[in-house]
């Protein structure tokens, strides 16, 4: 069970997931939790003040979250024995963080500055189910989630690791860890991307081979579309591992973009249920494709569009491993991409070596950089011979000027690349033309 920064954002949410984490006889739930939230944007904050080499602002920030947090424990314990153990245990946290203003500041010491909201609400959490008398033990996630030298999840040592540590602790009905945070190859605190609590569920779900992952969230379930943006968005009530994926992947930011992965692996079904709306539905996810549904639409922001043109060598057999082992040196991938036979358009999302990559490239063509793009993407049964919805969706682009068109890579996309100007345009039409007609 994984509940996000709103699900644990004050002190009555934590009382209320206490009372939701808490097994049936005989069973033992795992519990995954986020920083309280708007505790981890702070964190950011300071850091940022830090790598400024501004400690005024850092400690500024430093003691307004203070404060907060210390008022969160007057309304979160009962009795002065766990008020005293918490204030103790904030006081030195926020001693630690004010230690950073004094030193040296690196992404090393960024990394161990995001860790402190998660270490936070697992303790106060772990902390308030003591006082109640539950049986509960806080697991520390340092321990057990590890990344390898490419930066992705160890999931053989998160599996030895989780084992490990419930064979050490037996007899809790509840273990609770904390999300996002990790060790690296090196060692070093780390963590999974922003959003990585989800992550984390799933990685170790999937590693205990749990009936079921559920991510409890502020709404229930995966929408249609993105309800930011679009109005009168739908709950889907259950989705396909890959359509899931996709959406994640895809920017539905009410998953991690690559926490399904595990729990594919594993076949573990993973549930999204709401905090706030405990009996709603919410959204299941598992091995079953229904046929003949599209199911949700999701953007992905901040893509930039590459485009090589080379009349000379696009038809030479070689050129495209040329062009995308430039990427591969680079370690950035690709999301999405379209050829034609004088050249080709792709998309890439990170661009911290997107200098370096386009100067290789003009060895082979020439090149041509398009910012500030958006992948739009339909997600559903877009199996080639369940005719129709392509159609359907390009209709939708009637008035949008689209720049790239992708199908066929897998059964279950369609994506369209605009600017992200057009975004919300498109994600409207989109839902008039596939859900409102
Ligand atoms: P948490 O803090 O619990 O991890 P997030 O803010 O990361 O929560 O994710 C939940 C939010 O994702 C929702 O409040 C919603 O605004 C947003 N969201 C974006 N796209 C979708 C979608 N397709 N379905 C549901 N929620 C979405
Ligand atoms: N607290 C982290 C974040 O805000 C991780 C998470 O909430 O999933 O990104
Ligand atoms: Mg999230």
Request: glycine residues 6%.
């Amino acid at each position: 069970m994984k509940f996000g920064g709103t699900s644990v954002g004050t002190p009555q949410r934590m009382k209320e997931v206490s009372e939701l984490i808490t097994p049936a006889a005989g069973e033992q739930n795992f519990v995954v939790l986020s920083a309280m939230s708007g505790t981890t944007n702070s964190l950011v904050e300071i850091s940022d003040y830090l790598y400024k080499k501004n400690p005024e602002g850092a400690n500024t920030i430093i003691n307004k979250l203070e404060h907060k947090y210390m008022q969160h424990v007057e309304a979160l314990y009962s009795t002065d024995e766990y008020k005293q153990k918490t204030r103790d245990f904030l006081r030195d946290e926020f001693n630690y963080l004010r230690s950073f203003t004094k030193i040296m500041f690196t992404s090393f010491e960024e990394k161990v500055i995001l860790a402190q909201g998660e270490i936070i609400s697992t303790n106060m959490v772990t902390n308030y189910l003591q006082e109640c008398g539950k049986k509960a033990v806080l697991l520390n996630a340092l321990d057990i989630v590890r990344t390898d030298k490419n930066a992705e999840p160890d999931f053989n040592y998160i599996r030895e690791k989780t084992e490990e540590q419930l064979k050490r602790n037996p007899d809790y009905d509840i273990y609770l860890t904390q999300g996002f945070i990790c060790r690296n190859a090196y060692g070093e605190i780390d963590n999974l991307l922003r959003g990585g609590s989800d992550y984390t569920a799933c990685l170790i779900g999937a590693a205990l081979h749990s009936d079921e992952i559920q991510i409890w969230t502020d709404i229930d379930g995966m929408h249609n579309n993105d309800p930011r943006i679009v109005e009168h968005t739908e709950p889907v009530r259950q989705l396909y591992f890959e359509e899931a994926a996709e959406l994640a992947y895809f920017g539905a930011k009410i998953l991690h973009p690559t926490c399904i992965q595990p729990a594919k692996f594993a076949g573990v079904p993973v549930r999204l249920l709401n905090t706030m709306d405990p009996s709603a539905p919410g959204t299941i996810i598992n091995n079953e494709m229904q046929h003949g549904t599209i199911k949700a639409v999701a953007a992905k922001d901040n893509i930039v569009c590459i485009q090589i043109q080379s009349s000379r060598m696009l038809l030479a057999h070689g050129f495209l491993r040329k062009v995308f082992e430039i990427f591969e040196i680079y370690k950035t991938s690709i999301d999405m991409v379209c050829t034609s036979e004088v050249g080709v358009s792709l998309t890439i999302d990170n661009t911290s070596h997107l200098a370096d990559i386009i100067n290789e490239l003009k060895k082979y063509g020439t090149v041509m950089v398009e910012e500030n793009m958006c992948i739009i993407c339909v997600v559903g049964d877009l199996n080639s011979s369940n005719i129709g919805f392509e159609a359907k969706a390009c209709l939708a682009m009637e008035q949008i000027p689209v720049r790239m068109i992708s199908y066929g890579g897998s059964n279950y996309n369609i994506s369209f690349l605009v600017e992200s100007d057009y975004k919300k345009q498109t994600l409207q039409a989109l839902q008039q033309s596939l859900f409102h007609n």
